[in-house]
């Protein structure tokens, strides 16, 4: 089956930039999507990227894709501690939308 | 308010009774969403409705679990004979359509209601 994988933990110094990254297996997915996680509620779309671009920045965000080697990656510049939370990469996989484990960030002060 | 809405917020059952979780989506959102988040499993699909179409139950872990959608709005998930493993944080969301168009792909998720099964 399709598979979407990203590793677990990240932690990253306060002003520093995160980069999660992210791997999925269906070459076919037509939508790639990073949502965010925060203690206690649900997940909110962060953004997303059609899988004809390379790179999509929305303010502090990067989005990163090499469709060659299915590889997606969120860059958040200037991480503060709001952006302390869990990030799921997800794919498109025809009517569904397949989730990753979830990459934990961890902003040290 | 006008999220995707989820109760019990908690839900503490003995093992082999049945529980019914339940989501209220945004109105007006034709697909509704289950998952189960456990512990070191990360976010694992279970179900979903679109409109009147039958819904995919490809995900769902074996025939205790089921769901319904009434009306097209409000859905139920149902456990019988709850296990151990079943302990899981149960996640709905909703979304406009199933449509190609990314954004009207996204999905609205609710807190979620934490089933812990003794």
């Known amino acids: 089956g399709e598979d979407v994988e990203q590793s677990l933990f990240l932690s990253v110094r306060e002003g520093d930039s995160s980069v999660i990254n992210c791997t999925y297996t269906d070459s076919s997915s037509t939508y790639l999507y990073w949502y965010k996680q925060e203690p206690g509620a649900g997940l909110q779309l962060l953004t997303y990227?059609?899988?004809?671009?390379d790179m999509k920045q929305d303010q502090r965000l990067t989005v990163l894709l090499n469709k060659k080697d299915k590889h997606l990656s969120l860059r958040i510049a200037d991480t503060q501690t709001g952006d302390s939370a869990i990030y799921f990469c997800?794919?498109?996989?025809?009517?569904?939308?397949?989730f990753g484990k979830g990459t934990r960030l961890h902003i040290l002060p | 308010g006008a999220g995707v809405s989820q109760s019990p917020s908690n839900k503490v059952t003995e093992k082999g009774k049945d529980v019914e979780l339940r989501c209220d989506p945004i109105s007006g959102h034709t697909a509704l969403y289950w998952y189960r988040q456990s512990l070191g499993q990360g976010l694992e699909f279970l179900i979903y409705f679109q409109g009147n179409s039958a819904p995919d139950k490809s995900g769902l872990p074996s025939d205790r679990f089921s769901a319904e959608r009434t009306g097209g709005s409000v859905s139920t998930l149902t456990i019988q004979r709850t296990q151990q493993e079943d302990s899981a944080v149960y996640l709905c969301a909703s979304s406009l359509s199933m449509a190609v168009i990314g954004v009207d792909n996204e999905q609205f998720f609710g807190p979620g209601t934490r089933l812990t099964v003794l």
């Open positions: 997800a794919e498109k996989d025809g009517d569904k939308i397949i």
């Open positions: 990227i059609f899988s004809n671009m």
